[in-house]
DNA sequence: TGTTAGCACTCTCCATCGATGAGTGCTAAC
DNA sequence: GTTAGCACTCATCGATGGAGAGTGCTAACA
């Protein structure tokens, strides 16, 4: 058997409908919404097919149809009508894009509720995967006594400070003596490649300021160490599932719930499979506990270098036309904002 | 009529079995479970007594009785145990503040998780109220052609560090100049109180780095002004609520879960009313969304300056000995972590 | 006067039952 | 190939009617 015109418009009719209705769509209702000019005993024939063909099935028996994961597959490949973002939508886009945004982790925040405001999902935002940290330059500025701010901005341009403790007080010049040590011996280096070697010679040329390297290693350990945070993913919208009919079920909510508070797991979802746009229907998904969920996520770049991702999660009834669209043109966005502001 | 010794040791009994199970307990089962001395018709009697002091209350004609908001009130106020924290959770606060935490965001988030695990409920924390930001002092480093680092420090030490673009490249000590002429004019001033002759002064003496002291000047402003992100309040454990039977349905789960989401109604909930431990009982909230539900909260102090509080959020029925206790601990803890800190 | 036993009464909870209605699959006619 | 007709299935909803838990009241008892 075969897929024809007609059919295809049945399904496209089924899937749309029910997206819209979250109810089975028998034949009869079919026959009088979408005028089809055949009866609804003709499309109850091609809706057996459809069936055989494992696009639709039905809940129970007697009940009307409701389209499989298959079926979803189908549509989102051949049916759907690739939609244009519609315009007010890509204007909150844009006009949130344009705020004064300080910190890469705002951004990922702000992505985060923006999507899931728009699409009325949950949404998933894995922060750009910063690869392996290295040492690019190190500053010490005076703060209290006994104390400095250290400065270390990475090589791969982020900039980080923190308070250090060093014992007695140094003068600007010993500080500035320290900082060009390590400026020179470390450059390039993530602390895993710092070999003993080199530690060596940074104590050896600075014997005295035994305390202040200590700390300073220590808390450059920490920093440079595959800092967790920034690849941490975040959740905006959990409670929009609340919304979803097919969640109505307190169970199901829980176990979803369960989910994503294990960031491991989420992360594994999200981590993209190739590059730009990804759609994993229900069953698709490896996770058991996303079997009635679609995921929609896509990658973004920051310099083609570091690479993080965005996803929507809902029901796998979900209108895919549009989140397809909202997150196909939020990740050019997010782009385009990360290259801007780190240009 | 008066409350007597029976009266309260019943008035107990409700309270603490309802605690334990949620379910309206009968004169009956108060005489098997916990051995009174009396019979159940006697205890029916008191239980009589005690409904006509607005104490306790039945959910419908002839179910077992539950305690009123005045009932817990009175339970919390004179018939608890004071509780100490158990040993396992005092070692688990104690290992985690040990932690090494940078940031003030990660130590409000931190305690919000742990508050939250610790007691199965919701848990909200609100970061120190900073006040008004003064500028303290500022630093440039050199980073890429055409931009620098700048690194504010607050007056009250918070250091932030900022990327800014000064156009054209200038010297070491042409940034040095600028900063020193800015730590002269601006210290100890918020930004409100800049006054235009101050800026006047400013431009005067550095009439040639007008980009970079626009761009400096338009960061300090961020900075300095009032701060909303430090204030947002952080929540832990939404989810909790949903495994209390009091919101299996999920109506009230949906009308709970909005008031999470507008932080200046929680604000103003969190916002204490006098220092130290508050108990909050069920229609003492003055949020009509939290009528069911009481809220324990605290406040913590660093350098006896700055206040934010901490709290937890759970069904009226919830464990107050042992909340209180948990509470209690973690703003002691909390505040001795934040002043050794930012010693 | 306080305590207890007994009893009728109330009200929720739960399972059962039947009517309703939406929808199907099949057959036969067009 | 299409359509009309019809028997059949099954979820949903409301009504019904025990079962069980608990109360309030009364009367007896210490």
Redesign the interface.
Do not use: C, P
């Given at each position: 058997m075969q897929m024809d015109e007609r059919k295809r418009k049945i399904l496209r009719a089924i899937v749309q409908d029910y997206i819209a209705t979250a109810e089975p769509i028998g034949s009869r209702t079919i026959a009088r919404k979408f005028d089809m000019g055949v009866s609804s005993a003709t499309i109850r024939n091609e809706m057996a097919d459809l069936e055989d063909l494992g696009f639709i099935e039905q809940p129970y028996t007697s009940a009307g149809r409701i389209p499989s994961d298959a079926g979803y597959r189908y549509f989102v490949d051949c049916l759907m009508d690739p939609q244009v973002l519609n315009p007010e939508d890509m204007e909150i886009i844009e006009r949130e894009s344009t705020k004064?945004i300080?910190e890469l982790q705002?951004v990922i925040a702000h992505t985060s509720k923006l999507l899931s405001e728009l699409t009325n999902l949950t949404s998933l935002v894995l922060g750009p995967h910063k690869g392996k940290s290295t040492f690019g330059k190190m500053?010490f500025?005076p703060?209290?006594p006994g104390q400095v701010?250290m400065?270390i901005?990475k090589e791969n341009?982020v900039?980080?400070?923190?308070?250090i403790d060093v014992g007695e007080n140094l003068t600007a010049e010993e500080l500035q003596q320290v900082a060009g040590v390590f400026n020179q011996k470390m450059r390039g280096y993530s602390i895993g490649q710092v070999k003993r070697s080199i530690l060596h010679e940074i104590y050896s040329e600075l014997s005295r300021q035994r305390l202040l390297i200590d700390n300073a290693l220590d808390m450059l350990r920490?920093i440079l160490d595959d800092n967790e945070?920034e690849e941490r993913i975040h959740l905006g919208g959990t409670?929009n599932m609340?919304?979803q009919p097919e969640f109505?079920d307190?169970s199901k909510?829980?176990t979803l719930?369960?989910v994503?508070?294990e960031n491991e797991s989420l992360k594994k979802v999200l981590t993209p499979r190739q590059e730009g746009l990804n759609v994993t229907i229900g069953g698709e998904n490896t996770l058991k506990e996303f079997r009635d969920c679609s995921i929609i996520s896509a990658t973004y770049k920051v310099n083609g270098l570091m690479i993080g991702a965005v996803g929507v999660l809902g029901p796998t009834r979900m209108d895919y036309a549009k989140v397809i669209a909202i997150v196909d043109f939020m990740t050019r966005s997010l782009t385009e904002v990360l290259t801007k502001h780190r240009r």
């Open positions: 004064r300080n705002e500053h500025l703060y209290q701010i400065v901005v341009g900039v980080e400070n923190h308070i920490a945070d409670l609340l919304n109505k307190l909510v829980k719930f369960k994503f508070e």
